[in-house]
Structure formats: C-alpha cells, structure tokens
C-alpha cells in the first residue's frame, strides 16, 4: 500500500509556542490530506481537509486560526498549533488516499503541551 | 447523516478462538466501508474494504468482514485469533460518489489472551 510519513512521533512544547506537524505522501502524489485528531481512548475526530494549492476546509467548531494547514505540494502538508496550550495536547494523525478509495495514515504525532 | 457505531468497547477472546468486532452503519445511498487497526502510538492501518461485489471480503493479516445490507452491519471476523491481533479496531463509512471524509465508529479493543 501507498505509504504517508508524519514527523515528528512526538513532541513537547512550552504553552504559548507553536508547533508544526508534517505530513508527507512517500510514493504517490496527494491533491487531498485530512488530518484528525484523538483523544485517549476515544474515535478519530476529523479536524479539516488540506487541498493542495487552496485553502483547507475546516470542520465546525475547529479553530482556523489556531490550527494552521498548508498544503503547499503534492506530497506535502502541515499542520501548525499556534500558541499551544495544554488542552492541545493530544493524537494527531494525518491520511491520504492513493488510487483508491482507501485512505492511509501517518504514524501520529502524539503532542504534549506542558 | 452518516453514523458508524461499534456497540463494543471491548471484545475478549482466547487464542485459537474465533473472533468477531462488531460494526454497523447509517448512510445514504451505497457505502464504502472499512476496518482499520491502530496499535498503541501508532496511526491506523488500513485491514480492508467493501465497496461492491461480493458481500464477504478479505484483508490483511487473516481477517475478513461480512457486509449485510438488510442488517446494515459490516463486522470484523478472523477464525482463529492470535496474540498479535491485539489492539483497537476502527470501522469507517464513506459514501459514495464525490464525498471524501471518513467517519469513524468509536473503536473497539480486542483483547486476546494466551
């Protein structure tokens, strides 16, 4: 299957910083990424869709402001949390879909705002 | 409204021991279904999918999954469970034609025991 790549695993950060997530299609190009976020124990939850040369489309009651996306190539898109704070802390995973109508994950980047 | 719903937040079962993670959807017109297995700090992996044909279809590792439209269900099998198969499973919907998120059911951890 088609292989996305997220960096970092994890991460620590200082509230009030800001911390970028990448999200990177290895073997195919993407015009679409999605990225969720999970909370422990608990389903994925859909924060936006990043179109590649567009702005993302974010879900009700995600902050765009806050939850910067930039898909600026086919093969590459990020995810910044400005001015984090410790309610950020959490799961994030990015997907992408190939030829098909499968889609596949990255890793996760397990963020942790102290 | 597209729905998922996994009725068990934990399924237990022996090795050896068949198993079955239990899923059923709400959308409308056809539905492209899927099952996904995440291991801990890890993002999803993708087991397999129905999009049409036959109702039984097979993935990876040794599982297959049963679509039933009278029953609107889409359960997880494998006839013999191993150790390995521990982790918490994701069923997802999409539905057909231009739409592209994934909605998740809440997950299931599948437990099996030596």
């Known amino acids: 299957g088609a292989v996305v790549s997220q960096h970092p695993s994890w991460v620590i950060c200082k509230s009030g910083t800001s911390v970028k997530i990448e999200c990177r299609s290895l073997?195919?190009?993407?015009?679409?990424m999605f990225w969720y976020r999970q909370f422990p124990k608990q389903s994925l939850m859909l924060m936006a869709t990043?179109?590649?040369?567009?702005?993302?489309?974010?879900e009700q009651g995600v902050e765009k402001d806050k939850f910067l996306i930039n898909h600026a190539s086919l093969t590459l898109s990020t995810l910044t949390v400005t001015s984090a704070h410790p309610e950020d802390s959490s799961f994030y995973i990015c997907?992408?879909?190939?030829?098909?109508?499968?889609?596949?994950f990255g890793q996760g980047t397990r963020l942790t705002v102290v | 409204a597209q729905s998922v719903a996994q009725p068990e937040d934990q399924v237990n079962v022996a090795e050896g021991n068949p198993l079955t993670v239990k899923c059923t959807y709400s959308?409308?017109?056809?539905?492209?279904l899927f099952w996904y297995v995440q291991y801990p700090n890890r993002g999803l992996q993708f087991l397999l999918k129905?999009?049409?044909?036959?109702?039984l279809v097979k993935g990876s590792y040794g599982f297959e999954a049963e679509f039933n439209k009278s029953q609107t269900s889409f359960h997880l099998k494998k006839p013999s469970a191993l150790v390995s198969d521990s982790a918490l499973y994701f069923c997802?919907?999409?539905?057909?034609?231009?739409?592209?998120?994934?909605?998740f059911g809440t997950g299931t951890l599948l437990a099996v025991q030596p």
């Open positions: 997907s992408a879909r190939f030829s098909g109508v499968e889609a596949f």
């Open positions: 073997d195919f190009q993407a015009t679409t």
């Open positions: 990043s179109n590649e040369g567009s702005k993302a489309t974010y």
């Open positions: 959308v409308s017109g056809n539905p492209y």
């Open positions: 129905y999009i049409t044909g036959d109702n």
């Open positions: 997802a919907v999409r539905a057909g034609g231009a739409t592209n998120k994934l909605i």
